[in-house]
């Protein structure tokens, strides 16, 4: 993302809780901030990706966090997946500091990272969305504004329910291909023509060699930890909660990415699901 | 499949259980047989299109059926999704009377038929399928070759759970998005981008209006009966038994058909699981 | 069971399809027959106790099958767990050959058939019940007569969901237990007298040691396998399907007794699911 | 519980946040607080029941909560069902204020409470507990120290997994007997003899009129709220999220437990969702 937004000619200053991290930013042309603070002073647009809300409140409210540099009518733009809820009070905070906040979840991974064609959900105002849309265009080519503060996690949370069933539904299926011996290469093929088509099996078929791109096919790395699909399984839970809405299968998909962690694949990518279940076998 | 079938040039003698059901076809140029033994008579290849293994073999065996008339060398090709193990014992039977035997269930759905673009997973002997080959390519654009009988089938039951798996997260997600107000036509446009996308986003959002060629635009029809998935489903399950494979979240889904076919769904496309998940609410 | 008939002073012929397991009934005065009809032979009643309905199918109409030899007015007792809707084709085929029948499905395990205090779920004639009630009474101590041929069977699968259902629950429970270092003895001792209180607390503790009469303290055997635990509840998903009923705990119950059968314990007692579920850490 | 108290002699001083219901206390000899704090001075047991870990926290450190007046040596027992992490939390407050603290979680429901003889879960100091043993005895006839602050918590939600399972199997059971047109008395009493005997069999039928006494057969009022059993579920699963152990099964019953509050049942007994799963029909 920070390479898409130095390429776009904006100029970046990075902070990263692991310094290390920020290095090669700063050799693509970042300057390196040493506290959220120093990155935020002078900037139109802070983009914020953090694991949970926990993190973000914290980068924004610590003694050396943005609200301690930020001037009035900079945009805070958090691209974490977090819950609705604290989004809203995310959003409050800045508002309360003068500061304008867009939340802006990802979809695409890592790949759509680095080729800047990740989908961005954005909850807030329209007005700040457009102020900050050139910017937000160099990290992603789809840009959808779908509500107010929320809207944007929860539509996100939404996706995350529908990726993590493909991803659940294609590891048994190549369980049951594996037991039966059919080249998982050809059901992959044939998937991709079929009604089984989806994002999983055009990238994440769960066995090592049919996609040579795909983190399968090497060591379940890069791609989507496992531990972060059970994160936002659990917050899309938490989100049915709130209306009583039963989603007894994204319940069970996040128990069986409890099972991948379990297993010691809580870092791996999802797909690390597919070796589990075929795993199980002694 | 018949007008395709006709258009390719190809004369056909069509039989049907509903007698109505063999008009449209008489209408575009086939002969309608009076029983399934007149529509085998000299036929090079006999295609079947039956709801379970049962109707298979009954066609097949009756008195007035399949084997009372085909000659040696007719080629069965059966369209129709079974276990794996009856299609193996369909082929043994077919072999036992001198008859060719394919499998050769369809993906595509009642639109993949009509248009001729229908995925053929097939088992069977790869010299049958070529002499079969001219009038399949008639049926489906896709053609694929797994292996032996059964492989066609497992391939078929693979792919409803993953098809099914689609279907009921997107009706739990969409029910979310209800809850929060968020517009479904926007949410559409977005997993068509996201690593939400599959087959279910693009053709079978579960909320009317969406998407207006759609079966939830057009009465929940028409569409794969949810019936149908319901019996895909415990067939996937019972393969799964054979080798003691868990597949946890195939067994939800297809209580989750239940729940639709409860509901008074069971002759609906499968997306009236959306509705019925949104209707819980009192 | 044959030790309490004879303890109880019935003549009786056993006939066991593994030899070997006749020995301990002949070593306590039963009369050993080299086939059903044997075994049936001048016999006022016929106890089967088969793992599923083929099985109680070709003892009855084999060859050397009971009906080959029993006279008029014998009754048939099935205690064997088979669908309700085979079990009616039992009676069906018995009723056609003048033979009474009774299914007579058994609760209590081996303990309950060791001490002679099985539940019997008994479908069929109550006045043929009469008849046979001394012989069943040395059998159980708690005869039910439920209704006509199926209704026991179908009291029978219920009792099973709910058996199973404990099982599970348990063993997820003390796998939590056990991650929280809590002494299962005591925690075994709480449940006892609190809402947790069922069969599975008072016997089959899924920890080595807390009970040292039950299967987990002894290689988890014997007791009631896994597999055939499996099996009632496919039957109890059958007979769902019947009504569409949806039965998801059920089916998701019969999906964990799959990853149990999977980690290699098809034959130990169900109770080995506690040790799969602390197992899966590594 | 306030009845046995001042039963056993005790004076007692109440509180509650809905005053009326206080006055029934009051009516039995109890003086009613205005405010925690006033109920807590002086006092040398402090017992709280509370729903979440919000209002515990809440009712110790308001500017009129029990902290405000509770001289050092008070034992304060938490009663509620709250998690393990959140109970040694208070445990730690009540430490640096120089209080003692158990936790104290029940099993029994309102029958047990009415008749005193509910199971209490202790966590805490096994000193703590023989200075409160006489009033707590006036609570539970069953008192079992598990361990330190979290283990009693830990040991209640277990409790409640196990029981809620019960639940929803028994529910799921009296569908099909229901189907079958089989007489749910009858069933319940067979099951009080064989494997499927438990609490809910034994006092939560889900048919109304098979046991007098118990919710369903009188307006499923009143007993344990389902929304109470769906947040202590919740509870279990964040517990199972610290070590990353997978409960299907628990995951599931919570779904079905938010089904019963979709339905209108969120104040019921949790035995509604029988009602739920038998209504589905149309």
């Known amino acids: 993302m920070a390479a898409n937004i130095l390429k776009a000619g904006f100029p970046?200053?990075?902070?990263?809780?692991?310094?290390?991290?920020?290095?090669e930013a700063a050799h693509l042309g970042a300057s390196v901030a040493a506290?959220?603070?120093?990155?935020?002073r002078d900037a139109d647009v802070v983009l914020l990706c953090l694991p949970a809300a926990e993190e973000v409140r914290d980068v924004l409210t610590r003694e050396d966090g943005i609200f301690?540099?930020?001037?009035?009518?900079t945009i805070v733009v958090?691209?974490?997946?977090?819950?609705?809820?604290?989004?809203?009070?995310?959003?409050?905070?800045?508002?309360?500091?003068?500061?304008?906040?867009?939340?802006?979840?990802?979809?695409?991974?890592?790949?759509?990272?680095?080729?800047?064609?990740l989908t961005l959900m954005i909850g807030g105002d329209a007005a700040v969305l457009e102020r900050a849309r050139p910017v937000l265009e160099a990290v992603g080519k789809n840009l959808f504004h779908v509500g107010g503060p929320g809207a944007g996690q929860t539509v996100k949370l939404c996706n995350q329910m529908i990726f993590a069933a493909q991803m659940v539904?294609?590891?048994?299926a190549f369980a049951l291909l594996d037991d039966a011996g059919i080249d998982p290469a050809l059901a992959t093929r044939i998937f991709s023509t079929s009604t089984a088509d989806c994002t999983v099996v055009r990238g994440r078929i769960p066995v090592p060699g049919v996609q040579p791109?795909?983190?399968?096919?090497?060591?379940?790395?890069?791609?989507?930890a496992t531990k972060w699909?059970?994160?936002?399984?659990?917050l899309a839970e938490e989100l049915a909660r709130d209306t009583n809405r039963p989603v007894v299968q994204t319940a069970v998909n996040h128990q069986l990415m409890r099972l991948a962690m379990l297993a010691g694949y809580a870092e791996k990518d999802l797909s690390a699901l597919g070796?589990?279940?075929?795993?199980?076998r002694r």
């Open 12 to 23: 970046l200053a990075v902070w990263n809780r692991t310094a290390a991290k920020s290095a």
């Open 35 to 40: 506290t959220p603070s120093e990155a935020a």
């Open 68 to 73: 301690a540099s930020a001037r009035r009518g």
């Open 78 to 117: 958090d691209c974490s997946t977090i819950d609705p809820a604290s989004s809203r009070d995310v959003a409050a905070r800045c508002a309360a500091r003068g500061l304008d906040f867009l939340e802006a979840p990802l979809s695409g991974g890592t790949i759509g990272a680095k080729n800047g064609t």
């Open 169 to 172: 539904a294609v590891a048994e």
């Open 213 to 224: 791109e795909a983190p399968p096919s090497n060591g379940w790395e890069p791609g989507f």
């Open 229 to 234: 699909m059970a994160k936002d399984l659990k």
């Open 275 to 280: 070796l589990v279940l075929r795993e199980q």
